[in-house]
């Protein structure tokens, strides 16, 4: 299966911690995404990582990639009550061709106690 | 910023009807596709459209499911013949050659 899976699929913390989510992957990528979802609500895309990059930050969020152990994390730092979502990483193949098709993680439902 | 646009945003409809979802994705995107999420599971790929036709579709996407780019600007999905397991969030999307997404914000689909 091309399914991307994340770890831990569920995580609780306190306002102002730290939350780390896991994503990893069985094959050669192009890029690998984050996204974020309210619960039944749409995909926010939070940022983007190419395969030739091994860290990328963005304002709270950090993301690094390891190709050679197939893995990325997402770290928010400083957490609020209002980053409650799930999260759900997505990446590209390599050699999308005529598709370019996303693969998606299986996300990490992050609850944020204030 | 440029938006992906769906609607309707919930639409609800009795079982064997048939559904349109309608998108308009990104103008100057090449590439379109349509993703489902069922109610707390993962996001799926259903299929991906380029240069008018459909470039790839999974299991998923059988002889029920059908998408048509009728004008040049909407990319629709077309259930046929609704089943109470194709209640799921539908998800348009577009991306140009990089491969930059934008999704729209979905329609939910209730199969009753």
């Known amino acids: 299966s091309q399914q991307g899976e994340e770890d831990p699929q569920a995580l609780s913390i306190q306002e102002g911690e730290n939350a780390t989510m896991n994503c990893s992957y069985k094959?050669?990528?192009?890029?690998l995404q984050w996204y974020r979802q309210n619960s039944g609500r749409g995909l926010v895309h939070l940022i983007l990582i190419r395969s030739n990059e091994r860290e990328k930050h963005s304002g709270r969020l950090r993301v690094t990639l390891d190709t050679s152990k197939k893995s990325s994390s997402l770290l928010i730092t400083a957490s609020r009550a209002a980053d409650t979502a799930s999260y759900f990483c997505?990446?590209?193949?390599?050699?999308?061709?005529?598709?370019?098709?996303?693969?998606f993680g299986t996300g990490t439902l992050l609850a944020v106690q204030p | 910023e440029p938006e992906v646009t769906q609607t309707p945003s919930h639409q609800v409809t009795q079982m064997g009807q048939e559904v349109i979802l309608r998108c308009v994705p990104i103008s100057n995107h090449l590439y379109f596709y349509w993703y489902r999420q069922i109610l707390g599971q993962k996001v799926e790929f259903l299929v991906s459209?380029?240069?008018?036709?459909?470039?790839?579709k999974s299991e998923i996407f059988d002889d029920q499911f059908s998408v048509e780019r009728p004008d040049g600007s909407n990319f629709t999905l077309k259930i046929r013949s609704t089943k109470l397991e194709d209640s799921a969030m539908y998800f348009c999307?577009?991306?140009?050659?990089?491969?930059?997404?934008?999704f729209g914000s979905g329609t939910r689909l209730t199969v009753v």
């Open positions: 094959t050669s990528i192009n890029n």
């Open positions: 999307a577009s991306s140009g050659l990089l491969g930059g997404y934008t």
């Open positions: 459209f380029y240069n008018n036709e459909i470039s790839e």
């Open positions: 997505a990446y590209l193949l390599t050699g999308g061709g005529a598709t370019n098709k996303l693969i």
